[in-house]
């Protein structure tokens, strides 16, 4: 699936870069924050560090303190803010708060130098610790000042802050993605406005591509419409050059046939047969050849209102003399609007051939409805002339065999129907009409 | 009555052109559309057997031009092309009747024999005028029951009158529609075979009309 779709591959991608810059981010934020807290913790232990010593006095050799610091907090004990003061190892002062404890000090800070490190308190509490050494004068050894202070209160600060940035990045992470996802969908809008028109394209609403695309996707639309303008050149060469080579067979044909008919004799016999036999195979193949290819060929769509009403017309004209010269009558239903999937020259050819029989066979009337479902548009040819038997139809329709030799073509015809009807993914049946006579159901995919 | 034939094979065009004389027909022929055209917007054919595929201008053209400058005759469009997307655009430029080739002649001739027919309003295939009667299929004139021959010139006159029975005929129209075109006409012998035809008919089926023409009606009708 990740393969399969641009989009869908982009938003991953994406993702996991904000996920991973968002952590990394947070974690960086998180770690300086704590730093920054803890330098600002130390800065004021450092100010107690200074106080202390100023308050510290050499008397004969021996430091003492003038004054002790007035915070509470160095009052309450265990209150894990402490002080002690150390010369030579000896702790000579420390708060009120250490009560009865000692800090377990196991470094003693260079002179000159603050250090802070973290301690475990007399309650085992996590202690930060600021430390200093210092010369006193009249003083050889270093007096060295501690100020603890409670750790959590570092590690509290710290966790409020990590818990508001991972609100803020989990919500940018989210603003982040939704903006990808955005800017994905609106990047890819040309790619699926050319699925959408490949689409019509291929259900026959449209022939080209037609509309403004962007520079990536020009070339790609450009190429599409060639092969599309190509694949018609390709059947309208076909068709013109089957057109051609049926001109270029039957009219020798015809000098052939007429010639034979003014001859008498077995061979004359003979040579009109295979005329008729050689006139039916170019018949059959050039229709073939003729037809578009069938589905296989996208952009195709066949207005079936326009066909049929133009083979009205026709078939009116050419069956005029029937029924002591009054005609036949066609009535369209329903056809008007109704469009399959296939080349006009196509659909036409079928109907033309399915009306044209009916036209042979009808006594007056002949009826073309169309009914439209979900995928397909079944076209009826209706006639009120004899009809075929129930056990009959089957075997007409598989063969295109001709039932009655007495009119002419109908089995040709009704099998290039059959053929072409295939090649589309349609279907051809027979039934009883309720004129009377025969009814032909064509089935073609609609557009 | 006067047939164009339009038709570039010359065997087929030979083949069609002789069949439609031995019917009785005058016949023209065009080799090109060109031709054909002109032919058509310049002499009064009856009918006209009309290819599709012709050099130089197409017969869909020939026709639309045709119709379009207002020529009405009949014609007949003799085609390889069978597709029904041609037949159908064949009718629409108009045509009167589509056949296909390879085709048999009798065929053809009784579809140019109707289409004549028709134009001329008649619907079957004997015309009567009073006690005469005229079989267009076979040829044959009876005059009150009883076999009239005729010769081929005789016949070709007769059936103009017959077509366009209760009509003036003017001299030129009826040489423009029994002649073909390479025809030395000459205006006296059509009265010599209306006079011929008078003889072997009847005297009144056939009347003068003065610095009009001629007009044949049933006996009792006028004119």
């Known amino acids: 699936m990740l393969g399969r779709s641009v989009s869908i591959r982009l938003i991953m991608l994406s993702v996991t870069w904000i996920v991973a810059a968002l952590i990394i981010g947070g974690w960086v934020l998180s770690q300086h924050f704590r730093t920054h807290v803890e330098n600002s913790f130390d800065f004021g232990l450092e100010r107690h560090v200074e106080e202390v010593l100023s308050y510290a006095e050499v008397v004969d050799g021996k430091v003492s303190l003038r004054q002790r610091p007035t915070d509470p907090s160095y009052l309450r004990p265990l209150s894990g803010w402490y002080w002690e003061v150390v010369v030579d190892g000896v702790v000579i002062d420390r708060s009120r708060s250490l009560w009865d404890q000692l800090l377990a000090l196991k470094l003693a800070p260079i002179r000159g130098e603050a250090v802070s490190f973290f301690l475990n308190g007399p309650r085992e509490e996590k202690l930060r610790v600021v430390a200093e050494a210092f010369t006193l004068p009249g003083l050889d050894k270093d007096i060295a000042i501690y100020f603890t202070g409670p750790a959590h209160v570092i590690d509290r600060a710290t966790e409020e802050f990590t818990e508001t940035l991972i609100g803020s990045l989990v919500l940018l992470g989210l603003g982040l993605v939704a903006a990808v996802m955005v800017q994905v969908i609106l990047g890819l809008r040309p790619l699926n406005l050319v699925r959408q028109k490949l689409a019509a394209i291929h259900s026959g609403e449209v022939e080209r591509m037609s509309g403004a695309f962007p520079r990536e996707v020009e070339p790609l639309v450009n190429d599409l419409n060639k092969l599309l303008d190509h694949n018609a050149q390709v059947i309208e060469r076909a068709r013109t050059h089957a057109g051609n080579l049926a001109h270029a067979l039957k009219t020798p044909l015809a000098v052939l046939g007429n010639e034979a008919d003014g001859m008498d004799g077995s061979s004359a016999a003979m040579l009109r047969e295979q005329v008729q036999t050689m006139n039916d195979l170019v018949t059959r193949h050039l229709a073939r050849a003729r037809a578009a290819g069938g589905s296989g060929v996208p952009g195709l769509k066949a207005d079936v209102g326009e066909i049929t009403s133009g083979l009205k017309r026709t078939l009116q004209r050419i069956h005029q003399r029937k029924n002591n010269g009054q005609g036949v009558s066609i009535s369209l239903v329903n056809v008007r609007g109704q469009n399959a999937v296939g080349d006009h020259q196509d659909i036409e050819e079928m109907l033309g051939n399915l009306m044209d029989n009916a036209c042979k066979w009808a006594t007056s009337r002949v009826r073309v409805t169309a009914e439209r479902d979900d995928r397909d548009v079944m076209l009826h040819i209706d006639d009120d002339g004899p009809g075929i038997p129930e056990a009959q139809r089957d075997d007409v329709l598989q063969r295109g065999k001709r039932l009655d030799e007495a009119t002419p073509g109908s089995g040709l015809g009704l099998n290039i129907v059959h053929e072409l009807a295939e090649l589309y993914h349609g279907s051809l049946s027979l039934g009883a009409s309720d004129l009377g006579g025969l009814r032909v159901s064509l089935r073609l995919p609609a557009a | ?223």
């Open chain 2, 1 to 223: 009555m006067r047939v164009l034939v339009v038709e570039d094979e010359p065997d087929l065009r030979r083949q069609v052109s002789q069949a439609l004389s031995e019917a009785g027909y005058s016949v023209d022929e065009a080799p090109d559309g060109e031709e054909g055209e002109f032919l058509g917007d310049t002499e009064p054919y009856d009918a006209v057997v009309l290819d599709l595929g012709l050099p130089k201008v197409d017969g869909i053209t020939v026709l639309n031009h045709w119709r379009q400058a207002g020529r009405d005759m009949p014609v007949l469009i003799l085609t390889a092309r069978d597709s029904w997307n041609e037949k159908v655009s064949g009718f629409d430029a108009g045509a009167d009747d589509y056949l296909t080739k390879p085709f048999h002649m009798e065929e053809l001739l009784a579809r140019v024999r109707a289409l004549i027919r028709r134009t001329a309003g008649h619907a079957t295939p004997i015309l009567e005028c009073g006690p005469v009667e005229f079989d267009t299929r076979s040829g044959k004139v009876t005059m009150s029951g009883t076999t009239v021959s005729l010769t081929a010139h005789e016949l070709k006159v007769l059936s103009y009158f017959i077509h366009h029975q209760g009509r003036v005929l003017s001299q030129t129209e009826l040489i423009e529609h029994i002649y073909d075109q390479d025809f030395d006409r000459d205006s006296n012998t059509i009265e010599v075979f209306i006079a011929r035809l008078r003889k072997k008919l009847a005297p009144e089926m056939i009347k003068t009309h003065r610095g009009r023409g001629y007009s044949m009606s049933p006996p009792g009708e006028t004119v």
